[in-house]
């Protein structure tokens, strides 16, 4: 059985702003892309990244303990695209992202290298 790449669309969800990292799962590369400002175009601004990068699959990060504030706003960004745009999501629990980031991340991208850090985290554990 050959190994399939797929691309997946990770993001390290945030009520401000969203870490968005693109990334495939034949060698595990990944690409830290900007931060999304969490706002009212929010999702226009997730469907420019889908129709340029045109993941199968969407990761997000999701903490263990959370507000329902962040839950409401989580919640919705998974509706966006399983029940609007019938996409495959998986949540991946991000705890202590950032805190793995080295300090000159942290500064620079600081969300969308916690998005990758998700990533990385699923690749590393999933099955196969």
Known sequence: MSKQAKVVLSLDYGTKNIGVCIA?????????LPVITNNKSVFENLNKLLETWRPN????????????????GVTRTKNFFV????MKVIEVNED???QGLDNSKKKHMKDSHSAELIFQDWFNNKDG
Do not use: A, H, V, W
Not at 24 to 32: A, F, H
């Open 83 to 86: 029940k609007d745009l019938n």
């Open 96 to 98: 202590y992202t950032t």
């Open 57 to 72: 699959l969407i990761l997000i990060g999701i903490p263990l303990k959370m507000s329902e504030d962040f839950r409401d």
């Open 24 to 32: 495939e799962t034949y060698t595990g590369q990944t690409k830290p």
